[in-house]
């Protein structure tokens, strides 16, 4: 696709149960990022892909957090027994490069999650 | 904790006039990103600058960057409407594969 597509948009889910949200990447792009932005506030950095490196997983909450990306490409960000704190928009972009080197990260619209 | 803080946290002025925002971080950076999120959407990237620049220019935007106070500044020159929205700077670092982002800056501007 043209950009990054993230599934759902929106999720109303009971606290307790399990969530999956998706990401699927800019065709190409070999690195992926996972965000996560609590209503009027900054972007926390959950996880991040390179390839075929070791994810660097240092920004995940708990161990109800966790993710994966087959084929080097879709990821899936699963939260377990979802607690209403998780409540918040999840974002996640692509890039072609190691953004921090100095190459732009393009941004899916993001999963809004709203725990009940 | 974060890497970059933006300062002021909102920011509210009258269509026509410049909007400036700023951006603190603490530790050496590769390069510098400020991005932009409209009604808590996705973000959308504006401009990069690299550690050894000093100033750098896109439309109506103007970056500068100061290694030595590790700080940067957005301004937006002659603001519109379509302005209003968040504003982010992101800071790529050494030692780190990932961006950091700051808690944003959201503007407004009044017709």
């Known amino acids: 696709g043209a950009g990054v597509s993230q599934s759902p948009s929106n999720k109303v889910t009971e606290k307790g149960k399990d969530v999956e949200l998706r990401c699927d990447p800019i065709?190409?792009?070999?690195?992926l990022y996972w965000y996560r932005q609590s209503l009027g506030q900054g972007l926390e950095f959950l996880i991040y892909?390179?390839?075929?490196?070791?994810?660097?997983k240092s920004g995940l909450p708990s161990d109800r957090f966790s993710a994966e990306r087959t084929g080097g490409s879709v990821s899936t960000l699963t939260i377990q027994r979802t607690q209403q704190e998780d409540s918040a928009v999840y974002l996640c972009?692509?890039?072609?490069?190691?953004?921090?080197?100095?190459?732009?990260?393009?941004f899916g619209e993001g999963s809004w999650l709203t725990v009940v | 904790s974060q890497q970059g803080e933006e300062d002021p946290q909102a920011l509210s002025i009258q269509e026509g006039e410049n909007a400036t925002m700023n951006c603190s971080y603490k530790?050496?950076?590769?390069?510098l990103q400020w991005y932009r999120q409209n009604s808590g959407r996705g973000l959308v990237h504006l401009i990069l600058?690299?550690?050894?620049?000093r100033e750098k220019h896109s439309g109506r935007l103007r970056v500068t960057l100061d290694t030595s106070k590790k700080s940067s500044s957005l301004l937006i020159t002659a603001s519109r409407a379509a302005d209003t929205a968040s504003y982010f700077c992101?800071?790529?670092?050494?030692?780190?594969?990932?961006?950091?982002f700051g808690q944003g800056t959201r503007l407004t501007i009044n017709p």
């Open positions: 972009a692509s890039s072609p490069v190691r953004a921090y080197l100095g190459n732009t990260i393009y």
């Open positions: 065709s190409g792009h070999t690195a």
């Open positions: 992101a800071t790529g670092f050494q030692g780190a594969q990932k961006l950091v």
């Open positions: 600058i690299r550690s050894n620049e």
């Open positions: 530790t050496s950076i590769n390069n």
């Open positions: 892909f390179q390839g075929n490196s070791a994810p660097d």
